[in-house]
Structures are given as structure tokens and as C-alpha cells.
């Protein structure tokens, strides 16, 4: 019989996740950062970086591969930049210091670009460039490195990671231009809820061992890059997420994908890196004349005319803002897999699961 998913308040789940990482060593501040971050996730309808990813941090801090008293520190640093090394702590806290660095000088100078070495994997990457968003007048943008999973256009192994990238720019009574998104065809987590769920993948989305095709989401090991196939220009993916990985890998000091740890269990740890901008329009042009002219195009973009079947065009962010509409108000659904899983967490820590 299948379970049906349940609705669970994000006052509950923050709390949970919250003391959770508390049990696991973490500080206040880091707990806390950490949950909020993952949440967003989960309250934006990203469901497959929220709660469902909390037992690979669970297992990596467990096995020691995470300092949960790191030494974040700054390696570099000019008037327009600045780069972190955050001593193998874990990626979220150390991510939301370099942003919120990054927006700082940014409001100071105009711009600035941040980057950060020896971290962990750091949730959703639309989190942190919509940090800049709480300021007026600032544009954001965050990407990260992670663990192989892409294969080049051509190739039979992944070398490269999904390289997330996101982009948070205002406008003035239009909802924001959000993008975030992976430069795979799709993100790994997309195959991990066809897992769950026991249901195909769409062709073209992931690689099986010998490099071939495949629809069966336990059979796939590898994504294709964003396009897919070659004869889609999988090229523009691929060369999309070599320029990510360049900024997070060879520029920030940490290592490129190939050689990232984490995600799928190599006992070592992951040294991701992450690359973060902000800057200030009206270093550019007057704010307001901006804004207005944000509002006409997203307006048109959002009134244009359908295509048959579609219901309406949409601009990038609109689906994540009418998903944490509906979730704050409704409770965030989680997969019974997820919340079993959560619950021998809890557990295992001896503390209660309020679900």
C-alpha cells in the first residue's frame, strides 16, 4: 500500500533540523544557518536538496569528514573581491558568510565576487543569491562545485558535477527574475526521487555503466550535460559548467569535480569550492529607471500567449514563489521514505521526531 505523503509545518521542520545539527556537534549559528538553508529548499519546492539530503551530512559528520569547528578564514582580498578558505567546515554557514561579505563590499564598492575553498556541499545555490535580494537595489549570484556526476559531451565517465548556478535580480511591483538551476540536463536529486517514487526517467536525462541511455533511475550512475545529446548541442552544457567549475574549482583553490569528495560516500573530505557575486544597479544606472524597465519586460514575458496545452509563460522563479506561497501556508510535504529516514535519525540521536 502506498503511503500518502504528509503535509508538515515549517515551524516544525525548522525546529527538527535545527536540533538535529545541534545533536550532531554543530553551534548555534551554524544549526541554525544550516536548517534555514536546507528548508528553503523544501519550502521553495525544491524537494530534492532540502530534508531528503540531511542523511549524507549525517553520515559525513558521523564519520568524521566534516570540521564542525572550522577556522573560516580570509585568504585574499581587495577592494572588488575577496576569497574564503573555510577549513573543511560545512558548506552552508560558510557559503552564507561569503555572500553575505560579498553584499556587503558590494554596497560599499558597487560589486564584488567571492569565492570559497575546502567547503562541503551547500544546498540550493538560489538561497545565497537571493540573499542579495533583502537589500535594495542588489542583483546576486552563487554557483558550487560538487562530485562528479556529468558526463562531457562524448565522453562515458562523468568528470564534471551538475555545477549549479543561480541568479537573483529585482525588479520593482513584479515578483524577482530567479534563476536556479543546474547545467546538467537535471540535477542528481531529480533521479533520487524517481528512486523513491519507483518511476521511470525520461530519456536522455542519465547514463547507465556502460555509458549507454537509460530510463531506469537505479540503473543510471551518470547525467548528461544540459542538451542532452549532442546532436541537442549538449556542447553549450557542458561548456556552461566548465566555465562554473573553473571559477569554483581552479579560481576559488579548491578542487575541480572530478576530484571533489562527499556525496557518494568516498571517505575523504570534499573540498568543494563556490564562486558568489553582488552588485549594486545604481552603480549602473539610476535604480528606479531599472526596476521599471525590470517591470515592463517581466510583465510582457508573463502576459505573453500560451502555446496549445500550456497554460500560461512563465518567468524563471515564478514556480519556486507559488510553491513556498502554498507551503508556508499548508505545511511543506514530505515523502514517506524521506521522513522514515529522518526518523531513524532521530533515533539513533535520542531525540523525538514530531512527525
Same mark, same amino acid.
Given at each position: 500500500?502506498?503511503?500518502?505523503?504528509?503535509?508538515?509545518?515549517?515551524?516544525? #521542520?525548522?525546529?527538527?533540523?535545527? /536540533?538535529?545539527?545541534?545533536?550532531?556537534?554543530?553551534?548555534?549559528? %551554524?544549526?541554525?544557518?544550516?536548517?534555514?538553508?536546507?528548508?528553503?529548499?523544501?519550502?521553495?519546492? #525544491?524537494?530534492?536538496?532540502?530534508?531528503?539530503?540531511?542523511?549524507?551530512?549525517?553520515?559525513?559528520?558521523?564519520?568524521?569528514?566534516?570540521?564542525?569547528?572550522?577556522?573560516?578564514?580570509?585568504?585574499? %582580498?581587495?577592494?572588488?573581491?575577496?576569497?574564503?578558505?573555510? /577549513?573543511?567546515?560545512?558548506?552552508?554557514?560558510?557559503?552564507?558568510?561569503?555572500?553575505?561579505?560579498?553584499?556587503?563590499?558590494?554596497?560599499?564598492?558597487?560589486?564584488?565576487?567571492?569565492?570559497?575553498?575546502?567547503?562541503?556541499?551547500?544546498?540550493?545555490?538560489?538561497?545565497?543569491?537571493?540573499?542579495? +535580494?533583502? %537589500?535594495?537595489?542588489?542583483?546576486?549570484?552563487?554557483?558550487?562545485?560538487?562530485?562528479? #556526476?556529468?558526463?562531457?559531451?562524448?565522453?562515458?565517465?562523468?568528470?564534471?558535477?551538475?555545477?549549479?548556478?543561480?541568479?537573483?535580480?529585482?525588479?520593482?511591483?513584479?515578483?524577482?527574475?530567479?534563476?536556479?538551476?543546474?547545467?546538467?540536463?537535471?540535477?542528481?536529486?531529480?533521479?533520487?526521487?524517481?528512486?523513491?517514487?519507483?518511476?521511470?526517467?525520461?530519456?536522455?536525462?542519465? +547514463?547507465?555503466?556502460?555509458?549507454?541511455?537509460?530510463?531506469?533511475?537505479?540503473?543510471?550512475?551518470?547525467?548528461?550535460?544540459?542538451?542532452?545529446?549532442?546532436? +541537442?548541442?549538449?556542447?553549450?552544457?557542458?561548456? @556552461?559548467?566548465?566555465?562554473?567549475?573553473? +571559477?569554483?574549482?581552479? @579560481?576559488?583553490?579548491?578542487?575541480?569535480?572530478?576530484?571533489?569528495?562527499?556525496?557518494?560516500?568516498?571517505?575523504?573530505?570534499?573540498?568543494?569550492?563556490?564562486?558568489?557575486?553582488?552588485?549594486?544597479?545604481?552603480?549602473?544606472?539610476?535604480?528606479?529607471?531599472?526596476?521599471?524597465?525590470?517591470?515592463?519586460? #517581466?510583465? %510582457? @514575458?508573463?502576459?505573453?500567449?500560451?502555446?496549445?496545452?500550456?497554460?500560461?509563460?512563465?518567468?524563471?522563479? /515564478?514556480?519556486?514563489?507559488?510553491?513556498?506561497?502554498?507551503?508556508?501556508?499548508?505545511?511543506?510535504?514530505?515523502?514517506?521514505?524521506? @521522513?522514515?529516514?529522518?526518523?531513524?535519525?532521530?533515533?539513533?540521536?535520542?531525540?523525538?521526531?514530531?512527525?
Amino acid at each position: 500500500m502506498v503511503q500518502a505523503t504528509a503535509r508538515i509545518p515549517v515551524s516544525t #521542520l525548522q525546529q527538527f533540523v535545527t /536540533d538535529l545539527f545541534l545533536r550532531l556537534g554543530l553551534t548555534e549559528e %551554524e544549526a541554525a544557518i544550516t536548517a534555514d538553508v536546507l528548508l528553503a529548499a523544501d519550502i521553495r519546492g #525544491l524537494d530534492s536538496h532540502g530534508l531528503a539530503r540531511i542523511p549524507m551530512y549525517v553520515n559525513r559528520i558521523r564519520s568524521g569528514l566534516v570540521n564542525l569547528r572550522p577556522n573560516f578564514r580570509v585568504i585574499a %582580498e581587495t577592494p572588488a573581491t575577496i576569497a574564503f578558505d573555510a /577549513d573543511n567546515g560545512m558548506g552552508h554557514p560558510a557559503a552564507y558568510r561569503a555572500m553575505r561579505r560579498c553584499i556587503e563590499k558590494a554596497k560599499e564598492i558597487g560589486l564584488c565576487m567571492a569565492t570559497v575553498r575546502q567547503s562541503n556541499h551547500f544546498g540550493i545555490a538560489g538561497y545565497y543569491a537571493t540573499m542579495a +535580494l533583502e %537589500e535594495p537595489g542588489l542583483c546576486g549570484v552563487a554557483m558550487t562545485n560538487a562530485t562528479p #556526476l556529468v558526463v562531457p559531451t562524448n565522453a562515458r565517465e562523468p568528470y564534471l558535477s551538475t555545477a549549479p548556478i543561480a541568479v537573483a535580480i529585482p525588479a520593482g511591483k513584479e515578483r524577482p527574475f530567479v534563476l536556479d538551476m543546474a547545467t546538467s540536463t537535471v540535477a542528481w536529486g531529480k533521479i533520487e526521487i524517481a528512486q523513491r517514487e519507483e518511476k521511470p526517467i525520461p530519456a536522455g536525462w542519465a +547514463l547507465d555503466r556502460n555509458g549507454e541511455v537509460t530510463t531506469d533511475p537505479f540503473a543510471a550512475v551518470a547525467l548528461t550535460p544540459l542538451g542532452a545529446f549532442p546532436e +541537442l548541442r549538449s556542447h553549450k552544457g557542458y561548456g @556552461l559548467a566548465l566555465f562554473i567549475e573553473v +571559477l569554483c574549482g581552479q @579560481l576559488a583553490g579548491a578542487a575541480w569535480a572530478k576530484y571533489v569528495a562527499g556525496s557518494r560516500g568516498e571517505p575523504r573530505p570534499s573540498n568543494t569550492g563556490h564562486a558568489f557575486l553582488a552588485w549594486r544597479i545604481d552603480a549602473f544606472r539610476p535604480l528606479d529607471d531599472f526596476l521599471a524597465h525590470m517591470d515592463e519586460m #517581466l510583465h %510582457e @514575458l508573463r502576459t505573453a500567449q500560451p502555446v496549445v496545452g500550456a497554460e500560461r509563460v512563465l518567468v524563471p522563479g /515564478d514556480p519556486e514563489f507559488e510553491a513556498e506561497a502554498d507551503r508556508r501556508a499548508n505545511g511543506i510535504p514530505v515523502h514517506p521514505k524521506v @521522513l522514515q529516514e529522518l526518523r531513524v535519525i532521530a533515533t539513533e540521536l535520542a531525540m523525538p521526531a514530531p512527525f
